[in-house]
């Protein structure tokens, strides 16, 4: 179940940052991984809020199971 909610979310956000965001997005899967390039902007950053904060209630009510990493890779 936890999976799945985190699957969706991530899924939303991605989806939402391609449909309604700026710039370059673009995603890849890969042995069960799901790995997401957004370009870092104003529309993008709110989207990524709302992701977080989202996850946030899951991470803290799923202490033993979630562990939010957020990685900034080539500044982006």
Same mark, same amino acid.
């Given at each position: 179940?936890?999976?799945?909610?985190?699957?969706? #979310?991530?899924?939303?956000?991605?989806?939402?940052?391609?449909?309604?965001? =700026?710039?370059?997005? *673009?995603?890849?899967? !890969?042995?069960?991984?799901?790995?997401?390039?957004?370009?870092?902007?104003?529309?993008?950053? #709110?989207?990524?809020?709302?992701?977080?904060?989202?996850?946030?209630?899951? =991470?803290?009510?799923? *202490?033993?199971?979630? !562990?939010?990493?957020?990685?900034?890779?080539?500044?982006?």
């Amino acid at each position: 179940m936890v999976c799945c909610a985190v699957s969706t #979310l991530i899924e939303s956000w991605y989806l939402t940052c391609y449909q309604l965001g =700026e710039g370059r997005c *673009e995603a890849k899967r !890969k042995d069960g991984f799901f790995e997401a390039k957004v370009d870092k902007n104003e529309k993008n950053n #709110l989207f990524f809020r709302g992701l977080y904060v989202s996850l946030v209630p899951l =991470e803290q009510q799923y *202490e033993s199971l979630i !562990k939010l990493r957020m990685e900034e890779k080539d500044g982006s």
